[in-house]
């Protein structure tokens, strides 16, 4: 029988779910910081970085993929106490972000303008974005590896490393935003281009202090195998096939987000402006939801190693709860303060009026958006990644989009593609519930 409530399990889950929590609450508060830096230099740069977003998007996809495959590998070995398979896995995870970040920098750093051109930018917007995404993608392959060095330590029950790491390259970018964005102290000014040099910096700290713990430091010879890193291919085989679908549910909600953020910008860079504020926001849902996500994905993924179903299906009740009260807040929040919220971003009337709209709409899928993030990631551990992707293409595409275009056409307008999202994330959130439900991810045995 299961336990909705276990007391060893909740601390388990709260000794991951805090320390990563806390590191992508200071990660979100930096991308608020850095939007509010570039909103001072006007509605394009706020536009150009917001579209370049949408890119990153799918670069983090890739990272996702991995990702995925790594905890579900990695968490696995670590249940049944395969120390020597979780290192192998570690170490080939590494080694295929490297490669798959390469291709990234040889596709968007030639190509920038044609890219941000394709998801809706014109005239200076794309002069912007385009410089702003070739920068980030010259550390492409760095910050891919930094996510699967991420996900390794934290499928060894550790998320206090990565935290640090994280926290302190914050620090840096949160630093150095002003200092190139402005040209303070000297520096030359950089615009908008300061906000992507100043994070290529930030991502480089991170990697070098967690290169410094796996290879010399806290977790020498207990995380990689410096032997391992030579490419195998039946690894990345076993890493791709998990990972392949989850890339694809990443996939989904980006070409979702990219239609969406299309369709807003038929209403003026004034509504695109308030769209995208409203994003760099909702990554506040997405700080606890990672948290909790990550405790979902590790414990799963353990407890299915170790064959204990039982104790894996309490985690995940568990974290989902969790999750459930914590968004029920920012929903609260959002709602009720939102013209003080948008404000700190925008004076400008139009640009107010939107977004006040737009965040109390979104304010609602809160919920939805939170407990489908720890439910997808809690499959990810068991390795039961196909299912969940197919849920996001009914929900998010077959659904949501043309209920957006068609809400859009109507006297809703704007408030057409709000409520779409809306009811589109509650759809795929049902569906997730559902499928869990029948206990078909149980057997997935990596």
């Known amino acids: 029988m299961t336990s909705i409530y276990d007391k060893k ?28 830096f ?19 998007g799918i670069i983090f996809m890739m990272g996702h993929g991995i990702s995925s495959g790594t905890v579900a590998l990695v968490s696995q070995a670590v249940g049944r106490k395969d120390k020597e398979g979780s290192k192998l896995y570690a170490s080939q995870s590494i080694s295929l972000s490297f490669i798959t970040g390469l291709v990234i920098s040889i ?31 010259l550390v492409a392959p760095v910050l891919l590896m930094l996510v699967s060095m991420e996900t390794s330590i934290r499928g060894n029950n550790d998320a206090k490393t990565p935290f640090k790491s994280m926290l302190i390259a914050n620090v840096v970018n949160i630093v150095l935003d002003p200092i190139l964005i402005y040209g303070w102290f000297g520096f030359p000014e950089f615009g908008v281009n300061g906000s992507a040099i100043a994070t290529m910096i930030a991502i480089i700290v991170a990697f070098c202090i967690l290169t410094y713990s796996i290879l010399i430091g806290k ?41 969406f953020m299309r ?6 860079t004034v509504a695109l402006a308030a769209f995208g504020i409203g994003l760099r926001l909702r990554i506040m849902i997405f700080g606890p939801s990672m948290g909790f996500g990550v405790a979902s994905s590790v414990l799963t993924g353990q407890f299915i190693g170790a064959k204990r179903p039982d104790k894996a299906k309490t985690a995940i009740i568990q974290t989902t709860f969790s999750i459930i009260i914590i968004c029920l807040i920012f929903n609260f929040l959002f709602f009720f303060f939102a013209r003080d919220i948008i404000s700190w971003f925008s004076s400008e ?23 489908s993030l720890v439910l997808g990631r809690a499959m990810d551990g068991a390795g039961y990644t196909k ?29 057409g593609i709000w409520l779409s999202i809306v009811i589109s994330n509650a759809i795929m959130t049902l569906l997730l519930v559902l499928d869990i439900s029948r206990g078909k991810w149980i057997n997935r045995i990596c």
């Not at 570039?38 to 990153?56: D, F, N």
């Not at 490419?231 to 987000?257: A, D, R, T, V, Y």
């Not at 996001?392 to 809400?407: D, E, F, K, N």
């Open 9 to 36: 399990i909740s601390k388990q889950i709260f000794s991951l779910a805090f320390p990563t929590w806390i590191a992508f609450l200071s990660k979100d508060l930096l991308g608020i910081a850095d939007m509010l």
């Open 38 to 56: 570039v909103s001072r230099l006007g509605a394009k740069s706020i536009a150009a970085v917001s579209l370049s977003g949408i890119i990153l």
């Open 107 to 137: 596709i968007c750093i030639p190509f920038s303008d044609h890219i941000i051109s394709a998801v809706g930018g014109k005239g200076e917007v794309i002069t912007l974005g385009s410089s702003y995404l070739s920068i980030i993608a």
């Open 219 to 259: 977790h020498k010879n207990n995380i990689v195998n410096s032997k391992e890193f030579i490419p195998k291919p039946l690894i990345f085989k076993k890493i791709f096939n998990i990972g392949i679908f989850s890339s694809g549910k990443m996939f989904i909600m980006n070409i979702f987000g990219l239609f």
């Open 263 to 268: 369709l807003v910008s038929s209403f003026g």
């Open 349 to 371: 009337p139009d640009i107010l009026k939107a977004g006040i709209t737009f965040l109390r709409w979104f304010s609602f899928s809160f919920i939805f958006l939170g407990s």
């Open 387 to 415: 299912m969940p992707m197919i849920i996001h293409a009914v929900a998010l595409i077959l659904i949501g989009l043309p209920l957006g275009y068609y809400l859009a056409s109507t006297t809703l307008g704007l408030r």
